[in-house]
T-cell receptor, first 109, second 113 residues
Framework: GQNIDQPTEMTATEGAIVQINCTYQ??????LFWYQQHAGEAPTFLSY??LDGLEEKGRFSSFLSRSKGYSYLLLKELQMKDSASYLC??????????WGAGTKLIIKP | DADVTQTPRNRITKTGKRIMLECSQT?????MYWYRQDPGLGLRLIYY???????NKGEISDGYSVSRQAQAKFSLSLESAIPNQTALYFC????????????FGEGSRLTVL
């Protein structure tokens, strides 16, 4: 079966760096997405990786290793507004998105 | 105004009632999706549509139906609501590309008693 694993919850300190991991087993691979979802709100797009390596976008970076079925989202210079859930989603061979359950990130002052 | 608008935002209903959730978008996208979100689970696809004449079942379509009234409108119906359909429902749109980002509506929280 298809599976996306990410930690349920993480805690970090304002100003620090946090890495949220995502591992996947899917039928084929056509890219990996990261979305941010604040409590009670809609998910919003953060990044898309289809090739191995690191994609940097401001304070957020996303890494992909297709051979390991692994990705991470790196958040630098954490701010209180980064408190949210981070959703990992993989597009399989049929271009269907398989979603992880999300990682709730708690930022402490 | 939001690019993807869902109504109602919150609804409490009783078992057996018919419920319709509506979605409209101003992004001009052909592709529209309905997802449900439950605590501890990933988003699950209910139905999707690539254009007005193209409707497809997702992984959890049982108990639901949809209507694509126009390019901009995609409605989700629960013909006879049951308590385990209590969830947060999201409509989303995407450009005509398989790997583009999804744009989500604000969500419709449905409670079935």
């Amino acid at each position: 079966g298809q599976n996306i694993d990410q930690p349920t919850e993480m805690t970090a300190t304002e100003g620090a760096i946090v890495q949220i991991n995502c591992t996947y087993q899917t039928s084929g691979f056509n890219g990996l997405f990261w979305y941010q979802q604040h409590a009670g709100e809609a998910p919003t797009f953060l990044s898309y990786n289809v090739l191995d390596g690191l994609e940097e976008k401001g304070r957020f970076s996303s890494f992909l290793s297709r051979s390991k079925g692994y990705s991470y989202l790196l958040l630098k210079e954490l701010q209180m507004k980064d408190s949210a859930s981070y959703l990992c989603a993989v597009m399989d061979s049929n271009y269907q998105l398989i979603w992880g359950a999300g990682t709730k990130l708690i930022i402490k002052p | 105004d939001a690019d993807v608008t869902q109504t109602p935002r919150n609804r409490i209903t009783k078992t057996g009632k018919r419920i319709m959730l509506e979605c409209s978008q101003t992004k001009g996208h052909d592709r529209m999706y309905w997802y449900r979100q439950d605590p501890g689970l990933g988003l699950r696809l209910i139905y999707y549509s690539f254009d007005v004449k193209d409707i497809n079942k997702g992984e959890i379509s049982d108990g639901y139906s949809v209507s694509r009234q126009a390019q901009a409108k995609f409605s989700l119906s629960l013909e006879s609501a049951i308590p385990n359909q209590t969830a947060l429902y999201f409509c989303a749109t995407r450009e005509t590309t398989d790997t583009g980002e999804l744009f989500f509506g604000e969500g419709s929280r449905l409670t079935v008693l």
